[in-house]
Every structure is written in C-alpha cells, then in structure tokens.
C-alpha cells in the first residue's frame, strides 16, 4: 500500500513543524515526529509529500465562471471576488479546485508574499512536496445526518481545537482558522448563510480534553478527543477533496525539467529562428504601441470628463457602474444607508474603515478596531438605526487590534 508524508507547517516564519506517514487509507503508519523542515524533508525519502500550512492568512471562497474552462476561469476569479478582498489582485495567489455544479469554481486566495515564503522555506529545506494544503481543507468531513438530497437535515461542520488555536471546516471548499475567541462569531455568520430550516452540527475534535470552545446558539456539537492533529490530516487528505496551493506561478517543476533537457538544443535554434522572423515585425510594433499609447491618452480624457475626480483602473465597468446608478434612480435608498453606517461608526471612534465595497444593495466593509466587543456594539448600534442588519464574515487579531470584514444589507 502506497504511503506519502503529512507535514504540518503552523507557522510560516517558524522552523517548527511536525510530521508522519500515512497510508492512503488515512491511518498513521507510526508515531507522529516534531523538528525542522529540513528534518522532515529528509524523512520523505521519495515518497509523495503533503505541506499543511496554517488557513490564518488563507480565504476560501466560491466564484461562478458560466461555461469556461479552468484558463477562463483563472482570469475572471479574481475580478468576480474583488469586493470580497481587501488587497489588489495583482498582490494575490489564486488556487482552483475542481468545477462545481453550477459552475461553481472553489477557490483558495492568499497572498502572493505569504506563499512566495512558503516555497522559499520547502527549497531551502530540500522539500518538494506534491501539494500544499490550507489547514481547514485537510480535516475531514461528516455525512449529512439526513440523505444528501433532504434539505431538512443537518449540515456537519468539523474543528479542530488545538490550545488557543481552532480550524474548522464548513464543507467540502469552505473553512478558516484563528484564535478560538474569535470561532463563535464567525460560526454564527456561518450559521446565518444556511437555507432557512437547516440545522449546524459541529464535530469538534480537540487535542486537551478539559478545553472546551463556545459556539452560538443553534449549533450542536459532539466533542472527540484527538490525540494528534496530523491523525485528523491524514484521514481528511484520504477522504475529502482540497485545493492545492501549487498552481500557477508556484506550480512544481519536475516534470518540466525532465521534459525539457532532451529538446534544450532544438529550442534555442527555434528562438534563433524566430528572433530572425520578427525582426522584419518591430517596426510595425513600434507604430502600434505609439497608437495604443493614443488611445490610453484619450480613453484617460474621456474618463476624467465622465468622472471627474476618479482614480481610473478599469474604466468601461466604472463608466457603467455610474451610469447603473443613474438609472437605479435608488440614490435615497443609498444615502439613507451611508448615513445610518456612518453614524454607526462614529459611535465606535476606535474603530477604523479601511475600505468598503457596494454591490445589489449591500456592503462590504474591511473593519479595524480594539477588541472584538466592539464589533458587536457596532452591530447593535447599526441595528437600533433602521432596518439594516450585520454579519460578521471574519476576524483576526492583528498587532493590538482586531480586524474584520462585515457584511451590511
């Protein structure tokens, strides 16, 4: 039976990591080992190996590309999650899963900074895994306690509480990780997105048998004891599906190379050849770059004339954008709410906007502030305001505060 290597790696800029061998049942082949990466590197000896990496720094979310293939999709995932991001695209790594019904693409974004040292610390630890994993992606999962087609069961979530830190995993692509103080608030988000009618259950693996981890109300749970994480790993890379960071710009090379040593001579005459055809072409592409150059020139015009004062980045869908809000002739509805959301939030002057994103009627905003209290004070205060409501998406401590996305409509 065939046997690869599980390494957990809970920190990115911490040379502590642990590991073990499985088999491709799930189940450990021995006890589970602790030390540096370069001390598991050397363990792999040739077998296939599995990087576990923290989920902190990892959003897992779903985008819809209708009818295209995954090269389609690469491009359009990042635009269609943009609102959902607090960073540029271009600063980020999108890894795909496998296509959904509905062409529902599950997707894993970290940024590009974060994954860069992740390959960085497997190259100079001589480590070459096969995948690299996000954390919630790597636990397993529980059957529906009613058949997959009644709707009126209850969904199984899983988390894995391990001292301060907890992971959880929603379903097959969904999940995050952080401080267990902070996993009530953003199971209760969870909770609130199920269909109408659907229960939660929660099973809740944890490694100290008197740590006990608060969920909201309406969520079951069934607590095991796990006698290590690398256990719930390997029976969850056995089991489930996972989206594999190594994609890409960070995808491995192995095969490439062996590919490419045999053809390396006929590939510099090729270039050879090909830098003497489009030798006769530069003139003509410097005549186009000078004409595209125009057009940039007169499109930037245009733009500052329709939107006086905007900061131009892609300028047909913001032109279109203004004009859909002309046309909405919702500009009261929209006032009204800004108003209540800024009230809102000049009762909490220790709370900071960082930036915030307007789409069908609801907002997105990217939230810094004290303490996690405050969050809920912010929803009360909203609430007591008008109509709106707040979901709280997610919350991470940063430096000495907390940072969170919320959800207004």
Not at 287 to 309: N, S, V
Request: glycine share 8%; proline share 5%; aromatic share 4%.
């Amino acid at each position: 039976m065939a046997r690869h290597v599980i390494i957990h790696l809970p920190h990115v800029d911490e040379d502590v990591v642990a590991w073990a061998v499985a088999d491709d049942t799930g189940k450990l082949v021995g006890p589970p080992t602790g030390g540096t990466l370069s001390e598991a590197a050397a363990a792999v000896e040739g077998r296939r190996a599995t990087l576990v990496v923290s989920g902190d720094d990892v959003l897992l979310a779903e985008a819809m590309v209708p009818g295209g293939s995954s090269a389609r999709a690469q491009q359009a995932i990042p635009f269609a999650l943009e609102e959902q991001l607090a960073d540029d695209v271009d600063e980020l790594h999108f890894a795909l899963g496998t296509r959904e019904k509905g062409d529902v693409w599950p997707v894993a974004v970290l940024g590009r900074e974060t994954m860069e040292r992740v390959v960085a610390r497997c190259a100079e630890a001589g480590l070459r895994p096969t995948e690299v994993v996000p954390e919630p992606l790597a636990l397993p999962l529980v059957a529906r306690r009613a058949g997959d087609a009644d709707t009126s069961g209850a969904t199984s979530w899983t988390a894995l509480l391990d001292g301060e830190r907890a992971v959880v995993r929603l379903h097959r692509h969904r999940g995050f990780s952080g401080e267990a103080d902070l996993v009530p608030l953003m199971l209760d988000g969870a909770r609130r997105d199920l269909p109408e009618g659907e229960a939660a259950a929660l099973v809740l693996h944890h490694v100290d048998p008197d740590a006990e981890l608060t969920v909201p109300p309406g969520v079951d749970v069934e607590a095991h004891l796990c006698d290590t994480p690398l256990a719930l790993h390997a029976r969850g890379l056995a089991t489930t599906s996972r989206i594999n960071l190594l994609q890409g710009d960070y995808s491995p090379k192995q095969r490439f190379d062996k590919a490419w040593k045999p053809w390396r001579w006929t590939a510099a005459l090729a270039a050879c050849l090909a830098l003497v055809l489009l030798g006769g072409k530069w003139l003509d592409l410097r005549r186009l770059d000078a004409r595209e150059a125009q057009l940039d020139a007169a499109i930037a015009e245009t733009f500052q004339q329709a939107l006086p004062g905007a900061r131009m980045q892609r300028p047909r869908r913001q032109v279109q954008a203004a004009l859909d809000r002309i046309g909405a002739g919702g500009g009261d509805t929209f006032i009204r709410r800004t108003d209540q959301i800024a009230a809102s939030l000049a009762t909490q002057p220790q709370t900071t906007l960082r930036s915030v994103g307007y789409r069908n009627g609801r907002f997105d905003l990217d939230l810094t502030t004290d303490e996690l209290p405050t969050l809920d004070a912010l929803k009360s205060e909203l609430e007591s305001r008008g109509s709106l409501g707040m979901t709280v998406q997610s919350a991470n401590r940063e430096d000495d505060g907390v940072r969170g996305r919320v959800r207004i409509e």
